[in-house]
């Protein structure tokens, strides 16, 4: 195993620089005007290529479409619309509003308003509206319809047609109806300003005199259709109310037989005093109270006498209880009486004539008590039959207020009834005033609307305007080519500004490289220009790469330089020339080490051969490193090695480098290509990456200074090459130069011309 010591000490700490922190990405929010300006100059032939198809688009619309003419008539409303048919007084004579106005307007969009335009103004025989028709003359056919249209030449158009071919133009059908209807309303239009009651009708035809017609032929249907809407409307509500009048004088008289009927059914009177059920429970009622009351008495009587004949006797009692016999037996009981005292003062108490007398009067107490039971069990007699004429009468007034409930519901219905009749009644004085205010046989309806401005036949076209589409087809690509530039710039990370590869590499850029490729001659490259003239742009360029090399040096006394890139074609080589070619005129001594051999490299420039394998074990013997180092046979001040490195420690070599030579110029392969760049950079003083405007790739360049700064590359800087020069000198320049140029081209063919005739004359 090969094993490489190093060793870091403190002049190898001196000389070399630790790489970047570390990458960043741009700050895509961080723009300047001179981004903008950039970015038309970038993008300008692809956005002028948008517009000139939007205006070659618009010039084919222009000239391909059919020329479309507008005319316009104005309706003027009243302010007050007139509706007789209105059952409501408030909606009779209503003013207009803005939202009546815009009734207005659907009204006249209406489908069934249209068909009846296209029926008045037989719009079904123009061709324009019915699309089944073939156009009537090359006016009115469009361009396509010129070329490929087989109707054109069955139909003879611009031609007069026979009435055949005529009659078999016109297309009636109902399908066909509606496609006209609907064609009318996609070329009829209509407006107002503000809270104005004027309309403005507007119609599109491609003939203009058609136009007028149409227009004016609207705004009177519309006149005539909303007055025959009205008209209509009012017929119809009388023909409604008329209906309505009818059935309900039915339904009256239906009614009336109904309640009549009931009330012979019911037996019930129109008239109270005619009414005997009532007059017979109202004497019913007043038997039945005093019935009541004499009940009442006779059971107080009775009872007042059982309570006397219980309480104090018969002889108690029969002072109180009357009767003619009761009364005659106690005069006689007195006249005993009397004659008993007389007889027993006379003859004592045992004498015949007083027991005569006892006897007699015992007779008459029984007597008085018969009486006396009689007079009270007719007492009771009575008050039962007056409870059974209570009890009769009782039922009686049951059965007469059972009929009187019956009665009574028999009334609420009659009552019912008549209220439906009133009603009936109601509603059909209602309908009969409505009839006699609303009559369309003697009240003429008036028009609401009126036309104010008939049409006025056009002169120029509607459509197309050319001064208005061309405008707005330029307007539209150019915003079309700037959307799909900006679409293309957000997907497109190449790198076109200095400041994008500042931020990934995060050190300044040492110089920028103007594109020269534009004002070499042909067999001409880069290295030579700046040799041939140290004041051109590439010479300048590079003067100022090897100051920035020299403040660099000063500070880290770095000799070692490595120019990187992160794909081919970036322009490396000729950089790591143009310093090196420099710093040799200015007589430091100067190698170049080309790692890339090949025809576009260092060594393939300058002119040297590359050897067959790799570089020997180098040594730090003079007579090594003298073997290695080959003289440029073009450029004697130039001093190079062209090979690849083999597995050696290059840190041997680049010490004896750096004892015998100023500055030592690396150029390695592209980090795309081969991987040694990457790892050399850790044994170089400076790395110097070299990015192509609009070649490098944000994402190459990120990763390669990723790896670059994990391998601790000593990062110096960046070298902005092939950007864009935006002084006017550099401009003249390169204009005077490519004038040159085709004036050597054009000497030179004149010159291989003229020997080619001489050499066949």
């Not at 073939?134 to 031609?159: H, I, M, N, T, Y």
Request: charged residues 25%.
């Amino acid at each position: 195993m090969l094993t490489i010591d190093r060793e870091y000490d403190s002049r190898e700490g001196a000389r070399r620089r630790q790489g970047p922190a570390g990458a960043n990405l741009r700050d895509s929010s961080a723009y300047e005007l001179a981004d903008f300006f950039d970015f038309l100059s970038r993008y300008a032939a692809f956005i002028a290529s948008f517009i000139a198809v939007g205006l070659i688009v618009s010039l084919v619309i222009i000239f391909s479409v059919t020329e479309i003419y507008t005319a316009s008539s104005t309706l003027v409303f009243d302010r007050n619309d007139t509706r007789p048919y209105e059952a409501v007084l408030e909606l009779q004579k209503q003013e207009r509003d803005k939202s009546a106005m815009e009734t207005e307007m659907d009204l006249l969009k209406s489908r069934e308003f249209l068909g009846f335009v296209v029926d008045d103004l037989r719009l079904m025989d123009d061709p324009y509206f019915n699309t089944r028709l073939p156009p009537a003359d090359r006016k009115e056919a469009s361009f396509w319809q010129l070329r490929w249209s087989p109707q054109l030449a069955e139909a003879g158009v611009g031609d007069k047609a026979s009435p055949e071919k005529l009659g078999k133009r016109v297309v009636t059908d109902p399908a066909n109806r509606d496609r006209v209807i609907t064609r009318l309303a996609a070329a009829l239009s209509a407006s107002r300003k503000g809270d104005s009651l004027a309309m403005t009708i507007f119609i599109e035809h491609p003939h203009a005199e058609k136009a007028a017609e149409i227009a004016n032929g609207v705004a009177a249907n519309y006149v005539v259709w909303s007055t025959r809407m009205k008209q209509l409307a009012a017929k119809a509500t009388v023909d409604y109310l008329r209906s309505q009048a009818d059935a309900i004088a039915l339904s009256i008289a239906k009614k009336e037989r109904e309640i009549a009927e009931f009330t012979t059914r019911s037996d019930l009177t129109f008239d109270p005093r005619d009414d005997v059920l009532k007059a017979r429970t109202e004497q019913l009622n007043e038997q039945f109270t005093l019935a009541r009351v004499e009940e009442a008495g006779a059971w107080a009587k009775h009872n007042e006498a059982t309570r006397l004949v219980a309480a104090a006797g018969l002889d108690a009692a029969g002072g109180v209880l009357t009767s003619d016999l009761l009364s005659a037996l106690r005069i006689e009981e007195g006249e005993l009486e009397r004659k008993r005292a007389q007889l027993t003062a006379k003859f004592g108490r045992n004498h015949p004539l007083v027991m005569e007398t006892d006897a007699q009067l015992a007779s008459n107490k029984r007597g008085i008590e018969t009486e006396i039971t009689r007079v009270v069990q007719e007492l009771e007699n009575d008050a039962k039959v007056a409870t059974v004429r209570v009890r009769k009468f009782q039922e009686e007034v049951g059965q007469l207020q059972k009929q009187m409930q019956d009665r009574n519901l028999d009334e609420i219905r009659r009552r019912e009834l008549d209220r439906d009749l009133l009603a009936e009644q109601k509603r059909y004085d209602a309908v009969m005033l409505r009839l006699g205010v609303l009559d369309p046989e003697q009240e003429q309806i008036i028009a609401t609307a009126r036309i104010a401005s008939f049409a006025e036949i056009p002169i120029d076209p509607s459509f197309p305007r050319p001064g208005i589409i061309l405008p707005v087809g330029a307007l539209a690509s150019l915003a079309l080519g700037l959307v799909a530039s900006v679409a293309h710039a957000a997907i497109d990370t190449r790198i076109r500004t200095s400041r994008v590869v500042d931020s990934i590499v995060n050190r300044p850029t040492l110089v920028a490289v103007p594109d020269m490729r534009g004002s070499l001659e042909p067999g001409q490259d880069l290295y030579q220009t700046m040799l041939a003239d140290p004041h051109s742009l590439f010479s300048r360029a590079m003067r100022s790469l090897c100051l920035a090399w020299r403040t660099y040096e000063r500070g880290s006394q770095s000799k070692v330089v490595m120019f990187c890139s992160s794909g081919p074609g970036e322009g490396k080589t000729t950089c790591a020339l143009g310093m090196a070619g420099t710093a040799a005129i200015n007589g430091l001594r100067v190698v170049v080490l080309d790692l890339d051999p090949g025809p576009q490299s260092a060594a393939s420039v300058l002119g040297i051969a590359s050897p067959p394998q790799g570089f020997p074990v180098a040594s730090s013997t003079t007579a090594d490193v003298d073997s290695m180092i080959t003289q440029a046979p073009e450029y004697p001040f130039l001093r190079g090695m062209a090979s690849r490195l083999a597995l050696v420690d290059p840190q041997r070599l680049f010490d004896e480098l750096r004892r015998r030579f100023d500055l030592i110029v690396i150029d390695p392969p592209s980090v795309a290509s081969d991987d040694d760049a990457i790892w050399i950079s850790s044994y170089v003083d400076a790395v110097v990456l070299v990015v192509a405007a609009e070649k490098a790739v944000e994402s190459d360049l990120l990763a390669t200074v990723e790896r670059l700064s994990m391998n601790g590359a000593p990062i110096a800087g960046s070298v902005f090459n092939f950007c864009r020069r935006t002084r006017n000198k550099d401009r003249g320049k390169k204009r005077s130069l490519s004038v040159r140029n085709f004036r050597a081209r054009w000497a030179a063919r004149r010159r291989t011309a003229l020997a080619w005739f001489l050499k066949d004359a």
